[in-house]
């Protein structure tokens, strides 16, 4: 008897002792951002026996024991954070980088908008005065500089796309570490057992790569034995146990960046860093494409007026801008202010340049410039709405994972008080045992 009783309080000093550990380890990690709260499971040990054979067996129950370590997670929990925090960083991207796409477009506060709009109001000045040579001077000057916009602009949004291509390589490297992580995570995991400290500490380190892959790319993760994890992207393997297939990075001349993954090129990045990237490049390439068009159409009304007019000295007006097919390639012809065709057909003197107002439509350069101006600043606002939302979203999330999974100090500090009873009680037991068996021992 007093043998079962040194028993209970030797295990039960173990137990604590192995406790004091698990709440040791809580505390030391309370600002780990990868490290989820363990506790240990404990459980009874039960005897089995029989007092007599001619009684019948009798079970009871006799020391404690300790079943493992098991974290505070939740797989329902710890998804729903995942696929909220792929379409945070996803929606934060696409803002930070159509931001960029404006403040491109806006040129420093130098846009074409307002370079057009002067333009027009120096040829309204000239038609008042058509052989002043000051102010067709100036003419020449704001056709110029209208081109040089377009250059610097066209320039502003190159830059922009291939800085996202350097973003979106660089996030490609990060996404193969992780996955290159998760398979040496999974071959620890396989042979190791179940319940033990080592077990937990792979478990962190396989969520804390599942959350970077997931917020990279958007993939597709299937759970095995004792723990390891799949993944997987429209039915080709990224990791298979602990085979890592890398994802390149492909980039595309006058277009939106490509992965590809053992030599495949997969369907866009719909969400995650990489998703939000591409998303963010798409509306900067197409913005690019509007611009190119535009500088087309400017070059087409500039020329297309100049070749309706006749110069001083009767000739038709020869061409302004000559251009390539893009905003970064148009270019001033080098024409003289002698070379401008103000008058008429008809031989008026201000006649044409009269009629450059007309340029001035709903269709015009001056319009399709506000046209596109608007709707990056549209994508742009959209862009923030759903950033603030997902946000909100995430953090809902993250809240209600973090109330299961994150080391509350309170809790630990209360656990320490109720572990050091446990503690003391378990030694008084061990105290009590030894007393009475001197006591029975002075007996004799």
């Known amino acids: 008897m007093m043998s079962d009783l040194l028993n209970i309080g030797r295990a039960a000093l173990k137990a604590n002792s192995r406790a004091l550990e698990v709440v040791g380890s809580n505390v030391a990690n309370a600002e780990n951002p990868d490290y989820v709260r363990r506790s240990l499971n404990i459980g009874d040990t039960t005897m089995y026996g029989a007092t007599n054979p001619i009684y019948s067996n009798y079970t009871g129950t006799g020391s404690v024991a300790v079943n493992g370590i098991t974290r505070s997670s939740d797989q329902f929990l710890e998804a729903a954070t995942r696929q909220t925090g792929a379409s945070r960083v996803s929606g934060e991207v696409v803002e930070q980088w159509l931001n960029q796409g404006e403040i491109a477009l806006s040129n420093n506060d130098l846009d074409i908008g307002a370079q057009l709009t002067q333009l027009f109001g120096t040829a309204e000045e000239l038609s008042a005065v058509p052989f002043e040579p000051a102010l067709r001077n100036q003419f020449l000057g704001d056709v110029q500089t209208s081109v040089h916009r377009f250059n610097q602009t066209a320039l502003n949004l190159s830059s922009t796309i291939n800085l996202i291509n350097g973003a979106a390589s660089q996030e490609a490297v990060e996404l193969n570490t992780a996955l290159s992580e998760l398979a040496q995570v999974n071959q620890q ?94 509306s900067l390439v197409k913005l690019n494409d509007d611009l190119d068009s535009l500088a087309v159409q400017f070059a087409g009304e500039i020329n297309g007026w100049q070749a309706n007019g006749r110069t001083d000295a009767g000739a038709a007006g020869a061409a302004i801008v000559s251009h390539s097919g893009t905003a970064a390639s148009l270019s001033i012809t080098g024409l003289s202010a002698d070379d401008l065709a103000l008058a008429s057909a008809a031989g008026v003197a201000n006649g044409n340049i009269l009629a450059f107002v007309d340029l001035r439509t709903a269709t015009g350069t001056e319009q399709g410039y506000e046209k596109i101006a608007i709707g990056q600043a549209q994508s742009l606002l959209t862009a923030r709405s759903e950033s603030k939302a997902a946000t909100a979203f995430d953090r809902a999330t993250r809240e209600a994972r973090n109330n299961i999974s994150s080391v509350d100090l309170d809790r630990e500090a209360a656990d320490l008080i109720r572990l050091q009873q446990s503690y003391e009680a378990a030694a008084r037991v061990i105290q009590v045992a030894r007393e009475t068996i001197q006591s029975v021992l002075a007996i004799f």
């Not at 917020?215 to 993760?221: G, N, P, S, Y």
């Not at 490509?258 to 997969?266: H, R």
């Not at 866009?268 to 939000?276: D, E, M, Q, V, Y």
């Open 189 to 282: 995991l396989r042979p190791t057992r179940a319940g033990t400290g080592q077990h937990t500490v792979l478990l962190d380190r396989r969520d804390a790569a599942l959350t970077v892959i997931t917020e990279k790319l958007d993939v597709q993760i299937s759970f095995g034995d004792n723990g390891t994890a799949d993944i997987s992207r429209n039915g080709t393997d990224l990791v298979a146990f602990n085979i890592a297939s890398p994802v390149t990075f492909v980039a595309n001349a006058g277009a939106s960046f490509d992965i590809s993954i053992s030599g495949t090129v997969q369907t866009a990045p719909s969400n995650g860093t990489l998703g939000g990237l591409q998303r963010a490049q798409s």
